[in-house]
């Protein structure tokens, strides 16, 4: 294995998705270079198609409907822009932001 390198199988665990009943992923934000790691399309070999609800990282909580990510959380001190500007997909505003707690 190289550093860096995609290898095959590489971003999936199907026996933790395969007949979950809620999946929840948490991950970082952006990347070392502050690139969005929340994007319009997968880049990684999809482990299972349109099963995560939420995702929770270090500036906010999504919720993944059909209409795309709804916005719920941000970190204290952010705002919903802030979160925008470092998401590549379009953000959904439903109502009133609850800030995070830690």
Known sequence: MIPGKVI????GAMDLV??????????????????????NRCTLPITGHA??????????????VPEGLVLEEVAPGLTFENVQNLTEPALILRGPIKLMEF
């Not at 095959?8 to 971003?11: A, I, R, V």
């Not at 395969?18 to 994007?39: D, N």
């Open 8 to 11: 095959k199988g590489m971003g």
């Open 18 to 39: 395969a007949g979950a009943r809620r999946v929840i992923v948490t991950m970082e934000h952006t990347s070392k270079s502050g690139a969005s790691k929340i994007l």
């Open 51 to 64: 099963i995560v609800e939420t995702i929770i990282t270090e500036l906010g909580v999504m919720r993944v």
